[in-house]
């Protein structure tokens, strides 16, 4: 909650729903668009006292714009676990949400599509992971927050060096 003052003075009190609204991004809708989880060598893959298997993980933003002058988003997650160069699990979701967006300039878009937006989808794709894990066997695979901006940053800089167009 938000509080701000009233034209007569008196407090009034602005939800979080308000606030997300007056700041021009409004999610309509959330899904899942691709998931797959893969235990490949199970159910030796899940034998105690193994060593920690290391995690590659990868992460990509997309969006597009739709006739409806709505923008569909969508954040991709990927978790490799390798075990002596042996695959544990491999599990990748593509997270969608539908956004209708407002106020915003044309040259502030991009980064509320493919830095904001995907903050909105992050927890929800994050639970999905920890739940697929955790029913594969394993441990709940947490993965810790992105910095958004800075993958935006990074992409952005890797194509402007090499002077490739395409989305973060």
């Known amino acids: 909650m938000t509080d701000t003052t009233a034209p007569n003075g008196a407090p009034e009190t602005v939800s979080d729903e308000n606030a997300a609204a007056q700041s021009g991004i409004r999610i309509l809708a959330q899904f899942v668009r691709d998931f797959s989880f893969e235990n490949p060598l199970a159910p030796d893959s899940l034998r105690a006292g193994a060593s920690q298997p290391a995690i590659d993980m990868g992460v990509e933003m997309n969006a597009r714009g739709r ?9 991709k997650l990927s978790a490799r676990a390798l075990r002596e160069d042996q695959a544990v699990f491999h599990v990748e979701i593509v997270y969608g949400g539908l956004f209708h967006i407002e106020g915003v300039s044309q040259e502030d878009l991009e980064p509320v599509l493919l830095i904001e937006c995907p903050r909105f989808l992050f927890p929800y794709a994050r639970r999905l992971i920890s739940d697929v894990t955790a029913e594969g066997g394993f441990p709940p695979f947490l993965i810790d927050p992105i910095d958004f901006a800075g993958v935006y940053a990074a992409r952005k800089a890797q194509a402007e060096a090499g002077g490739v167009v395409g989305n973060a």
């Not at 006739?67 to 954040?75: C, I, N, S, Y």
Request: no cysteine; charged share 35%.
């Open 67 to 75: 006739p409806d002058g709505l923008f569909e988003v969508d954040l």
